[in-house]
């Protein structure tokens, strides 16, 4: 279970510093002016929508709700947004991750290749240097005792 883990970290480095991002510029371009909106449409005492909404769309065009939103009274409203919109972002991003970690131990390994193999021990077998070529660094040799068939599969060209 834990090459799950570590394969859809490795895998996913630079999907995960563009969702750490993407967070950022989100959290500028919309948490902040959704969160002196909720300010501003809080200032009575009840929750106003309509100031809400004529609020919320200038604010996101004018980029100048991230220098207000830290005035006194307002951050508290910039917050909690920021708060809920980090969970819903966090839950988004896991379920991505989720969906791509591999689904077993050998995903992305060549079918036939010798990446199953730790610390050169296909070399009690294999030779590295002559013989028949198996593969880049994979020979097999021709003076090993028993079995050297080699059965080669794929296409047949010719003209």
Same mark, same amino acid.
């Given at each position: 279970m834990? /090459?799950? @883990?570590s ?8 999907? $995960? !510093?563009? %969702?750490?991002v993407l967070?950022?510029i *989100?959290t ?13 449409a809080?200032?009575?005492?009840t ?8 609020n ?17 009274? /307002?951050? @508290? ?9 980090? $969970? !819903?972002? %966090?839950?988004?991003a896991?379920?991505? *991750? ?20 730790e ?7 294999l ?5 028949i070529?198996?593969?880049?660094h ?6 090993k005792?028993?079995?050297?068939n080699?059965l ?8």
């Amino acid at each position: 279970m834990n /090459y799950k @883990v570590s394969k859809t970290l490795k895998d996913n480095k630079k999907s $995960i !510093i563009l %969702i750490a991002v993407l967070w950022l510029i *989100l959290t500028i371009v919309l948490v902040a002016p959704i969160g002196y909106s909720i300010g501003l449409a809080n200032q009575s005492g009840t929750f106003d929508l309509t100031i809400f909404l004529e609020n919320v769309f200038a604010e996101i065009v004018s980029f100048s709700s991230i220098s207000k939103v830290f005035s006194a009274g /307002y951050i @508290v409203y910039f917050g909690k947004t920021l708060l809920y919109f980090t $969970i !819903i972002y %966090i839950i988004f991003a896991l379920i991505g *991750l989720f969906k791509s970690r591999p689904k077993h131990e050998y995903t992305d390994i060549e079918h036939g290749s010798s990446d199953w193999s730790e610390n050169g021990e296909q070399y009690r077998i294999l030779s590295r240097n002559k013989g028949i070529i198996l593969s880049k660094h994979n020979y097999l040799p021709v003076d090993k005792r028993g079995n050297v068939n080699v059965l080669v599969v794929g296409r047949f060209w010719f003209w």
